[in-house]
């Protein structure tokens, strides 16, 4: 078995390089393998891999295809503990959504640029005017829910995509 501990790394590397490059990302969307396998990244074999591509504010949780109770169980008992202590889970504007690996398909998500910004993103960068409060409230409450997300698939997996629990987020 070859060693993929490498292939967060890896697959880091090609995320970066898609947001730099049109071209690159245009392959990639078209031929993951061959561009994930340029990279240095260890691919199992039989698998199909699929790039989903994330717009802003939308993050993806692929679940896997083996072992999905476990890493479902973890989730619902993070989202439920959030929900206590904010009476929410999602902030208003952003969206989670949910895939499934199956025995011989993996998604990979390729998130949005943070080069892109929107306009209340702009406006935070800029300093907001005095009724911001309610934008950067929600910049913060974006980035408790992906942390939560985020520990809910670290605790359910070893290796990002190899494990096949993955949730790409791009907090400005």
Not at 10 to 17: H, L
Not at 52 to 71: D, G, N, Q, S
Request: negative net charge.
């Amino acid at each position: 078995m070859a060693d993929r501990k490498n292939n967060p790394v890896k697959y880091g590397e090609v995320v970066a390089k898609c947001w730099e490059d049109e071209a690159y990302k245009k392959r990639f969307l078209e031929d993951p393998e061959g561009v994930l396998a340029e990279a240095g990244f260890v691919l199992e074999e039989g698998v199909t891999y699929k790039v989903i591509e994330a717009p802003k504010l939308v993050e993806y949780l692929v679940l896997p295809h083996a072992e999905t109770k476990a890493a479902v169980q973890n989730l619902t008992k993070r989202l439920l503990n959030r929900v206590e202590k904010k009476n929410h889970v999602i902030p208003e504007g952003m969206e989670v959504r949910i895939l499934q690996n199956t025995d011989d398909i993996r998604y990979i998500v390729l998130p949005a640029s943070p080069k892109s910004l929107t306009k209340a993103e702009l406006k935070m960068v800029a300093g907001g005017d005095p009724g911001s409060a309610e934008t950067e409230t929600d910049m913060y409450q974006t980035a408790e829910v992906v942390s939560t997300l985020v520990e809910a698939v670290e605790a359910t997996t070893t290796v990002a995509v190899d494990a096949e629990v993955v949730l790409v987020a791009v907090v400005i």
